[in-house]
């Protein structure tokens, strides 16, 4: 049995980029550590003891808010929301791509090019033509006002990743196909679909997390309550409870769960997807 001894300029790069992993994640976990703890935490105690651990543990910060009737209604705004936009730009995404990866035509490249476009363009910039926009067709109050322009936003990166994908397959499996007797819709639905489940998972990912974290829209689209999202509820919690600074932190902790459990299931398939897609 050999073993592979590193160079000393190889142990003085891997130990460097360890350092600086430890490090990104360090400022990523010790704000989140932070704001677990300090929901379990009275003002006084984060007034005197910001770093510690609570003593005594303030449990009911928490437990308000489970109990509570608006986390839940936000929660589930939320969730509709963020599956209907994903629904939506996936469907429309992959057609798209379909048609750039396996047809050629006069302005394909043109038309593409358009798309990728749109991943220069801020979504802040939009804001106001937007809302006027929205507003004549009736869509504020209406979570159609939401769905629809994140997944305009999000047709670009999903159809710049599932085009690369479908490029990827092989002619001869679209040949054999139509032999057999496929249209290519067909082709698209019953083969193509089912091989590209990985990309279509990574970009399910990104457009629920997207559409989870988005805060701008939905503050704009909704004036009526019982359609605000958790971004906005956190925002207007923060509002209502300004001075009582532990259980803002636990609401904050409670609506980034969904989100961080959701990306801790999904991590591998997207990273998984992604690599894919940059390979081929």
């Not at 600086?20 to 360090?26: E, F, K, L, N, T």
């Not at 677990?36 to 105690?45: A, E, H, I, P, T």
């Not at 932190?249 to 989100?259: C, D, E, G, I, T």
Request: aromatic share 12%; with cysteine; net charge positive.
């Amino acid at each position: 049995m050999t073993t592979t001894r590193q160079k000393p300029g190889e142990r003085t790069r891997s130990l460097v980029l360890h350092l600086i992993s430890v490090a990104v994640g360090a400022l990523i976990v010790v704000p989140i550590g932070f704001g677990v703890l300090g929901g379990f935490k009275d003002n006084g105690q984060l007034s005197s003891n910001p770093l510690g651990w609570p003593d005594p543990w303030v449990p009911e910060n928490y437990t308000g808010i489970l109990a509570s009737g608006v986390f839940w209604r936000q929660l589930g705004n939320s969730t509709l929301i963020a599956l209907a936009t994903t629904f939506v730009v996936v469907g429309a995404a992959a057609m798209a791509a379909f048609v750039f990866a396996r047809f050629s035509f006069r302005g394909r490249e043109f038309l593409f090019t358009l798309f990728a476009v749109g991943l220069m363009f801020p979504f802040a910039v939009a804001i106001l033509p937007l809302f006027i926009l929205l507003r004549t067709m009736g869509l504020l109050d209406n979570p159609l006002g939401v769905i629809l322009p994140q997944a305009a936003f999000g047709l670009p990166v999903t159809i710049i990743i599932l085009r690369q994908f479908f490029r990827t397959i092989p002619a001869e499996v679209e040949e054999a196909a139509t032999l057999d007797g496929c249209s290519p819709f067909g082709f698209f639905w019953r083969v193509l679909l089912p091989m590209a489940r990985p990309a279509l998972a990574t970009v399910s990912v990104l457009a629920i997390v997207a559409s989870w974290n988005n805060f701008m829209l939905p503050l704009v689209v909704f004036t009526d309550q019982s359609w605000w999202t958790l971004p906005v509820g956190v925002q207007a919690f923060q509002g209502q409870y300004s001075d009582d600074t532990a259980r803002v932190l636990a609401y904050v902790v409670l609506s980034m769960v969904p989100a961080l459990g959701f990306y801790a299931v999904a991590e591998r398939q997207l990273i998984g997807g992604l690599a894919g897609s940059v390979k081929g």
